[in-house]
């Protein structure tokens, strides 16, 4: 029923090959100095990858936060949750449980609901999909990333995709061109971190190499294992017992003329693996116990021409191919639900997404007067996402997937275009247009054989203006519309129209500069959104008891509204960052609370850079207010503040030189709590060591 051995053997033998690279690395080269990573004033300054013409976070008619190599380094992650705990309005679902997180955006998103599609996430602009009963939905490992960007709200539909109302999460992977400086052959970077919580450890190798002066080659494989992690006052919660193995290769030859063409290959694959609970939202033991693996994999083809002499051709064309697979053996089932069959999950389980990918997209400059300068970015997008889901049964015989997971497959087709209008460097006007079409088509299993056609538009427009250097002010109107996916159509052994959802939201703001506020060359950014959606025909699904299917039903109209501030300070010595979202959601059909709304909360970090001794010190306060604006009192959740700190070192000078050591210490005061829309209490106290070093 599986592949994943052969990954194992496929990791296990990369391990060994970058073993002999690093021994050759050591003994070839003498000195080669390490990549410094540019870190800008603030996250506000941080260059956003995305259409058009290049631009900050700060100078974008839409809230979106950049993540950069430098703070992924300095948050010693193991989970993507870690990572954008930095970006306001983001909320990870049981952030410390790698095999159980979830994602709310603007209160979008439940531990329990499929609410994948209304956030697209992608990796190396590879759309990321899954979805099993109580169980997470992604399993990056932070190691293989050098950059997470988040867009939040319905404006991102237009280039990645319709539907995407909470918005979109995009993560890149390394490239050997981060290790490798000036006229370096080969780079190695090597890098260890040991957690005390759990007593968790984990090791990291990545080979960089240019063989060639057109060719860049790059190998990083990483091995970890954590064990149970105790909650406050040392209570012990279990069930978070884990071993991960991950990898990423990536090959890029550059050629041209110019050298403006490149052709990419990349492969990742992340296993992670554990014996515990099936459940692993709320890690009750319900469900039974299981021996778990998880395996996400990808591979990429990736053409980039820039046509360096022709300003209306920068063309980029991709191919991919992903799965995420989680396997459930030895399983043992108890249930507390009275006439319940033995084993309805089987002895054995596996959950399975196939998804192939092509995109081709083209961006052209054209410059209509001095004054008038337009991008105009347009492409198609194609994908066929397959879903299975079979079951081995104590008999022998192997079943499809239940009604809470149904098999099948999707087929998508996508066109979109965005015009970039620039007016005296001043005023910038974005339109954009997105026509999507699906086709679902149910899998073994489903009782009733019929399929589901949809056309899904995602129109916007977006503004921002410079009112003075230091200032501007922006706006968007966007449309967009949700189409269901396989779990809403078929569960339940059936077919369920229940029609698209359609989300109308406007979003307004201001961004302030500020430099030589305080201190000679220091800087000061500061950004306000405030934004106001309607949904209609909002789908949300549960679990019937009665029967022990799960069904989809719809809300007539719900709105969510909100604000959301970033700010950043940057000096020669003193640095500091500071977010907050506030979010307000509402089922104006029934007059009651959106239940997948997080708490209102405010982060504030300061540091201080001992410039002479390549020391930087770090404190961060996290605040959360009580929510209780539930339908049951019961679902309410009180309010607590997190701290923590961080110390990283950085020689520059004799033998240490290109080393980096951090430490940190979170959750500082032990204090106990469970994050509102979680369903396992947080992590107590704990102590992170991380020691790398660049050959």
Do not use: C
């Given at each position: ?546 029967t022990g299917k799960t069904i989809t039903t719809a809300i007539d109209e719900a709105r969510i509204k909100g604000v959301e501030l970033e700010a950043g300070y940057s000096s020669e010595r003193w640095y500091g960052n500071l977010g907050a979202s506030l979010t307000r959601g509402d089922n104006l059909s029934d007059d009651e609370h959106l239940e997948s709304v997080a708490a209102d909360n405010l982060f504030v970090s300061v540091g201080y850079k001992f410039t002479d001794y390549n020391l930087d010190v770090s404190w961060r306060s996290d605040l959360y207010a009580e929510q209780d604006r539930v339908n049951d009192a019961a679902d309410a959740s009180p309010g607590y503040a997190l701290h923590s700190a961080r110390l990283a070192w950085k020689p ?44």
């Amino acid at each position: 029923m599986s592949n994943s051995r052969y990954s194992r053997a496929a990791l296990l033998a990369s391990t060994t090959l970058s073993l002999a690279l690093i021994s050759a690395a050591v003994s070839a080269q003498e000195a080669t100095q390490p990549a410094e990573v540019e870190s800008p004033a603030t996250m506000l300054d941080e260059i956003i990858v995305s259409a058009g013409k290049e631009k900050v976070a700060i100078d974008t008619p839409q809230a979106v936060s950049s993540v950069s190599q430098e703070q992924i380094e300095a948050s010693q992650s193991n989970t993507l949750g870690e990572i954008l705990n930095t970006v306001p309005g983001v909320t990870t679902i049981n952030a410390d449980n790698a095999l159980g997180q979830s994602l709310n955006i603007r209160g979008i998103g439940g531990a329990f609901a499929s609410d994948e599609n209304r956030m697209i996430m992608q990796i190396d602009g590879v759309t990321s999909f899954f979805e099993m009963y109580r169980a997470g939905s992604f399993f990056f490992d932070s190691e293989l990333l050098k950059e997470v960007e988040v867009l939040r709200g319905p404006a991102s539909s237009t280039l990645f995709g319709s539907g995407a109302i909470g918005g979109v999460v995009s993560a890149r992977t390394k490239d050997a061109s981060d290790f490798l400086e000036g006229d370096d052959k080969l780079a190695v970077r090597t890098k260890a971190l040991w957690d005390s919580n759990g007593n968790g450890a984990r090791g990291t190798v990545t080979v960089a190499a240019r063989p060639l002066e057109d060719l860049e080659m790059l190998l990083n494989l990483n091995y970890g294992r954590d064990g149970d992690y105790d909650g406050a006052g040392g209570q012990e919660l279990g069930n978070s017992r884990m071993t991960d193995l991950s990898g990423l290769a990536k090959l890029k030859y550059s050629f041209g003329a110019n050298k403006d063409q490149s052709l990419t290959a990349s492969y990742f694959n992340v296993e992670k693996s554990g014996k515990g609970l099936y459940d692993q939202i709320t890690f009750s033991p319900g469900f039974g116990y299981a021996d778990q693996v998880t395996n996400e994999q990808q591979a990429v083809l990736a053409y980039e021409n820039a046509f360096s002499n022709n300003d209306l051709l920068d063309l980029k064309a991709q191919i991919s191919w992903s799965q995420t697979q989680r396997e459930l053996d030895d399983i043992t089932y108890r249930s507390t639900r009275p006439g319940s069959v033995p084993a309805p999950l089987g002895t054995e389980a596996e959950y399975v997404y196939n998804t192939w990918q092509a995109k081709l997209e083209n961006t052209s400059e054209v410059q209509f007067s001095e004054s008038l300068d337009a991008y105009f970015t347009y492409g198609v997008e194609g994908k066929y996402h397959e879903r299975l889901n079979p079951r081995l049964n104590p008999d022998g015989s192997v079943t499809p997937g239940s009604s809470s997971h149904p098999e099948g497959e999707s087929h998508s087709v996508g066109i979109f275009g965005q015009a970039e209008f620039v007016i005296n460097e001043r005023l910038t006007l974005i339109p954009g247009m997105r026509v999507d079409h699906s086709r679902l088509k149910p899998g073994n299993g489903v009782a009733l054989r019929k399929d589901l056609d949809e056309t899904a538009y995602s129109p916007k427009l977006a503004a921002i203006y410079e009112l003075t250097e230091w200032v501007n002010v922006f706006g968007s109107v966007s449309h967009t519309e949700r189409m269901p996916v396989l779990d809403e159509v078929f569960s339940g052994d059936g077919f369920t129209d229940l029609g698209k959802e359609k989300s109308n939201n406007f979003e307004a703001g201001l961004g302030f500069k500020f430099n030589d506020v305080l201190l000679a060359n220091d800087s000061l950014r500061f950004k306000v959104t405030g934004f106001y959606n309607n949904i209609d025909n909002y789908l949300y699904s549960s679990r019937d008891h009665a029967t022990g299917k799960t069904i989809t039903t719809a809300i007539d109209e719900a709105r969510i509204k909100g604000v959301e501030l970033e700010a950043g300070y940057s000096s020669e010595r003193w640095y500091g960052n500071l977010g907050a979202s506030l979010t307000r959601g509402d089922n104006l059909s029934d007059d009651e609370h959106l239940e997948s709304v997080a708490a209102d909360n405010l982060f504030v970090s300061v540091g201080y850079k001992f410039t002479d001794y390549n020391l930087d010190v770090s404190w961060r306060s996290d605040l959360y207010a009580e929510q209780d604006r539930v339908n049951d009192a019961a679902d309410a959740s009180p309010g607590y503040a997190l701290h923590s700190a961080r110390l990283a070192w950085k020689p520059e000078d004799g033998f240490l030189a290109g080393s980096e050591v951090r430490a940190s210490v979170t959750n500082i005061f032990d204090q106990k709590y469970t994050a509102h829309l979680s369903e396992t209490e947080g992590k107590g106290r704990s102590f992170k060591l991380s020691l790398a070093k660049t050959f």
